[in-house]
């Protein structure tokens, strides 16, 4: 098993570009989350899904817009792209029965210039 | 939104020492999960509790959930090295909740 996988893992944007971060998971986990870390603070919750065709608001979901066509994966889109993205973003994934453990992925490094 | 308030926000031990951190809330969570961030990579999970009071150890680790079940706690015995890195304490507010709230984290600093 890959686990969650991540792509790219480093990409810097001009403001207003956009560009879709791509997540995809291979542990048939129906929960997908997208979440955000600034310097020195915790992770932000953007938007979540609890399985195929079904997506939730996080804390910061503004600016941000998901998909979840298949189980497998969970792009996050950044339509204009704005300094206050900079960020990592980190994709993670979890079974919906069980326990509440979150597998998360390696993270893309994103800055916005 | 709901917070998680951890601390402390950072420590410089030497290698060897006892370390605990832990986490405070004013509302009352469902479960309590422990994460550990090394540097470039994504958080791993060390520890979960799912009930008030429990105590669960993980090697070095030990970890408490709070009698109130608004707090937990992590120690870590006789640091290494490799235990460098930023801690995270996570919870879940309700059993059907589909979220994990994050604390800002601990980052352990370890002396040469």
């Known amino acids: 098993n890959a686990g969650v996988t991540q792509t790219p893992k480093f990409r810097i944007l001009k403001i207003g570009q956009s560009m879709t971060l791509q997540c995809t998971q291979d542990m048939n986990h129906n929960y997908m989350y997208w979440y955000r870390q600034d310097p020195g603070m915790g992770l932000k919750l953007i938007y979540y899904?609890?399985?195929?065709?079904?997506?939730d608001k996080g804390e910061v979901p503004n600016g941000y817009n998901v998909s979840r066509s298949t189980t497998e994966d969970f792009p996050l889109r950044l339509e204009l792209a704005a300094p206050s993205q900079t960020s990592v973003y980190f994709c993670?994934?979890?079974?919906?029965?069980?326990?509440?453990?979150?597998?998360f992925g390696p993270g893309t490094r994103l800055t916005v210039l | 939104g709901q917070q998680l308030n951890q601390s402390p926000q950072s420590m410089f031990i030497q290698e060897g020492e006892d370390v605990s951190m832990n986490c405070t809330s004013s509302s009352i969570f469902n479960t309590w999960l422990w994460y550990k961030q090394d540097p470039g990579e994504g958080p791993v999970l060390l520890i979960a509790?799912?009930?008030?009071?429990e105590l669960t150890s993980n090697g070095r680790l030990t970890a408490q959930f709070g009698i109130t079940r608004k707090d937990s706690f992590l120690n870590i015995s006789a640091s290494i090295p490799s235990d460098v890195g930023i801690y995270f304490c996570a919870g879940q507010l309700g059993p059907r909740d589909d979220k994990i709230i994050f604390g800002k984290g601990t980052r352990l600093h370890i002396l040469p």
């Open positions: 993670a994934s979890r079974y919906s029965w069980g326990g509440y453990e979150q597998f």
């Open positions: 509790l799912y009930k008030a009071g």
């Open positions: 899904s609890v399985g195929a065709g079904i997506t």
